[in-house]
């Protein structure tokens, strides 16, 4: 089992930064690929970006050249730093877990992860 806690959110003007982080708890978190996600109201849960156990890292469009996924595993977290944020980005944010064999496991789908948590939300006034 792998408990996900999300904090670092909060409101920020368009364009602040914000660095969301995700606790982590279990002695498995170092085998599992990590996302965040997001779901604004009324909108479907998207992808944000994914980071592999060896730390490679993929992004959503959105997010590409502002966002940036990285892990400690030797703190269990995975961050989120959120640069340039835009109204746009007003969301609830989750992150979600899955436990790989695989080092390069990465997936942008929610349904392949396992563990999630409550979620923090990030809101971006204009």
């Known amino acids: 089992q792998v408990q996900m806690v999300e904090s670092g959110g909060g409101l920020v003007q368009a364009g602040g930064s914000l660095r969301l982080s995700c606790a982590a708890s279990?002695?498995?978190?170092?085998?599992?690929?990590v996302g965040w996600f997001r779901q604004a109201p009324g909108k479907e849960r998207e992808f944000v970006a994914a980071?592999?156990?060896?730390?490679?890292?993929t992004y959503a469009d959105s997010g590409k050249g502002r966002f940036t996924i990285s892990r400690d595993n030797a703190k269990n977290t995975v961050y989120l730093q959120m640069n340039s944020l835009k109204p746009d980005d007003t969301a609830l944010y989750y992150c979600?877990?899955?436990?790989?064999?695989?080092?390069?496991?990465?997936?942008?789908?929610?349904?392949?992860?396992?563990?999630w948590g409550q979620g923090t939300q990030v809101t971006v006034s204009s």
């Open positions: 980071i592999s156990r060896s730390g490679s890292n």
């Open positions: 979600a877990a899955r436990i790989s064999g695989s080092y390069s496991y990465i997936s942008l789908a929610p349904r392949d992860y396992n563990f």
């Open positions: 279990g002695r498995t978190f170092s085998s599992a690929a």
